[in-house]
């Protein structure tokens, strides 16, 4: 049997998830510092808690230098983590490579920004996703099994008719396919989650739109997880059902895309979505309040600031935002919207009332 079946599994079963998950690169010594007892090191992810259920898309939002890609990696068990929990299925797991990370891989895969850089320019689309169902053990038991199979991945991303892309070579296609290419190979694996690092960024505008609508049909009928990694807060309300939003290494806030996208609570959140465009404000036709909020720069991951790591930037820093870490607090208009800061906590909005 190689077709690959409509989901059965129930929705919203939990496939994967991170529980407090850190990562901290060393950084090289300089000569000068070989002498002293400093070690440092930067700090991409610090305690970082996500879900990714079954028929459910989380868009990780933020800028460059978030990380956002990293966690995608350390969910790929692609680096290792410094401290936390990959669960898979509830089950902790720490691989480290061959038969472990095969057998990993072949329930959570990865999908790359740069599709031609990810595929093997040497080879055609037949090889690839022929080794990808090989290796998984897909591949079936006879050349008719394979040769069946490979149609119904191409179907699958509906790169149709199939035998017209088989025998190409990447650069004989467009960007768009060949980032249908490589979902296909992933799919080769058949897998339960998907990790998309910026899948439609690299790609024409034109085109984005139709790659991210394959994801939500592959959502829909592979009953896949997929984390969906942007730096388009648009695009995840348009394509995620929950939008979680990270800033300098850390979660600021979460819930259901609509309410995070709308009702945005977190004062880097509310810039993210006043700094993407928008043509009401381009013609000069928005009321937003014009607040100067955001300016300068996303902080060193080396050293990054104590308390909240926005608060060099934020426009509502209170004393307590240089010292306090803020905890993640509920904001109450819809069930699961959080933020993690110091406005949304009860005492401070009864000091404000006052
Ligand atoms: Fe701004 Fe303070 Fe909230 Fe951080 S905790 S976002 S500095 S108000």
Redesign the pocket.
């Known amino acids: 049997m190689t077709s690959i079946p409509d989901a059965k599994a129930p929705a919203a079963e939990v496939v994967l998830e991170a529980i407090s998950l850190t990562k901290h690169f060393p950084v090289r010594r300089k000569l000068r510092d070989l002498f002293s007892h400093r070690k440092d090191a930067v700090h991409a992810v610090d305690d970082v808690n996500l879900t990714l259920r079954r028929g459910q898309v989380v868009a990780l939002v933020g800028e460059s230098g978030s990380g956002k890609s990293t966690i995608a990696r350390l969910l790929a068990q692609l680096y290792p983590r410094t401290s936390g929990d990959i669960r898979l299925h509830g089950e902790t797991t720490k691989v480290k490579g061959g038969a472990a990370f095969r057998r990993y891989c072949s329930q959570v895969q990865m999908i790359f920004q740069d599709p031609f850089a990810s595929l093997n320019p040497t080879h055609t689309i037949r090889y690839h996703l022929t080794r990808s169902l090989k290796i998984h053990g897909n591949a079936g038991k006879t050349a008719e099994d394979l040769d069946r199979a490979l149609i119904e991945l191409l179907e699958r991303v509906q790169l149709t008719p199939p035998e017209r892309y088989l025998d190409k070579f990447p650069h004989e296609l467009s960007g768009g396919q060949r980032q249908r290419v490589a979902i296909a190979r992933a799919l080769g694996a058949r897998p339960e989650a998907l990790l998309a690092d910026e899948p439609v960024s690299m790609l024409d505008v034109s085109i984005r739109l139709g790659v991210l609508n394959l994801l939500r049909d592959l959502r829909d009928r592979l009953n896949l997880a997929i984390l969906y990694i942007t730096h388009d807060i648009a695009s995840a309300r348009y394509f995620a059902d929950q939008t979680m939003v990270m800033y300098a290494g850390r979660m600021?806030e979460g819930g259901d895309s609509e309410t995070v996208t709308q009702s945005p609570a977190?004062?880097?959140t509310r810039l993210l979505i006043d700094s993407a465009p928008d043509p009401d404000r381009l013609a000069g036709t928005s009321d937003a309040e014009g607040e100067d909020a955001g300016n300068g720069e996303p902080p060193s991951l080396i050293h990054p600031p104590a308390?909240?790591?926005?608060?060099p930037?934020?426009?509502?820093?209170?004393e307590?935002?240089?010292t306090?870490l803020?905890v993640p607090l509920e904001i109450g208009d819809a069930p699961g919207h959080w933020?993690?800061?110091?406005?949304?906590d009860q005492n401070e909005k009864a000091e404000v009332a006052q």
Not at 313 to 318: D, G, N, T, V, Y
């Open positions: 600021v977190h004062p880097y308390g909240c790591r926005f608060h930037r934020c426009p509502f820093a209170m307590r935002c240089r306090e803020p933020a993690a800061c110091w406005l949304y």
